[in-house]
């Protein structure tokens, strides 16, 4: 994959979480609030102002996640973004991350 390749996949994945939650905060589902800068996306869970960082890393073309839970990076892998210590999947990390961290169950899916 190329850069630019890499770039424009992480750059939709970071929009699709965004989407994803602040949907979630529209529907009183989840109090929580994004703000997204360049590769960076921060996600504030309004209830304990913890927050989840989720970030992509050009160079090593990675997905990067820092929460309570812990630090994960994630590489592309036949389609999918995979924890490159475990093999877990990036959408399940970050979900089971923001469920912890924001007191109720939350799925973010995968983009279409």
């Known amino acids: 994959m190329t850069e630019s390749e890499f770039l424009k996949q992480a750059e939709a994945v970071l929009n699709h979480i965004e989407a ?10 989840l109090d929580v609030e994004c703000s997204c800068s360049g590769n960076v996306l921060e996600i ?5 102002g913890s927050k989840i960082i989720v970030n992509s890393q050009a160079p090593m073309q990675e997905l990067w996640v820092a929460a309570r839970s812990g630090g994960y990076h994630f590489k592309a892998q036949d389609g999918e973004w995979r924890n490159t210590r475990d093999g877990s999947e990036f959408f399940e990390v970050l979900s089971r991350a923001v469920s912890e961290q924001g007191g109720v169950a939350v799925t973010i899916g995968k983009p279409a």
Do not use: K, Q
Not at 20 to 29: F, G, I, T
Not at 44 to 48: D, F, G, H, P, V
């Open 44 to 48: 504030e869970i309004i209830a304990n």
């Open 20 to 29: 994803e939650l602040e949907a979630l905060a529209d529907a009183d589902a």
